[in-house]
């Protein structure tokens, strides 16, 4: 066994439906401005040849309806209900088909973000990390396995708040698929076993306060369901 100088963390994982055997997750991607009306909302425009991609720290997940802590150095938490690939392979350049086979399966999540400080580091041309990569920033449901729910390529997304309509989509409406963006990430990284990609939010992204309970859902998957504390 590798000496360590104190005893390493438990790698981030996810819950499997179906399944007693978690998934163990390396990496989480996320794509900026994938559907057209949020893209609008947020006064930006979308482009298919250089896709805004950032990141996640791995231990930024929030799972098995864990409470969300409202996090410091904010004003403005906003939520961005998404739909999640988890990857079981991976690999560099990869083709259409290349990317479908790397996909163990699908989530729904929230890509949690400090609205105040994006807004800051985009006037300034400054990186987005604390906007977007801080702690417990990355809620997420149960994963679903292809073999349960195929690749979805239409459907719903919905995020309620206290009972009331935020978010609804349908992900046929993403400018680009999940199998296309990992061949375009697949060009920035060796994509590998345990990587999550969250996929981009639709329209209707709003502020969070403490106490509000949150329910994410896409016909098929597990619901992702929390409360902000
Ligand atoms: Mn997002």
Redesign the pocket.
Known sequence: MTPYVFPPAAPPSVPVVGSDARFPVRRIF???R?YEE?AREMKATVSLDAPVF?AKPADALVTDGADVPYPSMTEDLHH?V?LVVALQSGGRDLDESAARAAIYGYAVGL?L?RRDLQAQAKAKGTPWDTA?GFDASAPIGAITPVAQCGHPAAGELRLDINGATRQRADIATMVMAPAAILVALSRYYALRAGDLL????PAG?AALQRGDVFVATFPGLADLRGRIV
């Open positions: 996320c794509v900026g994938n949020h950032f961005e998404e890509d973000t977007k969250y996929t981009g939010t992204v």
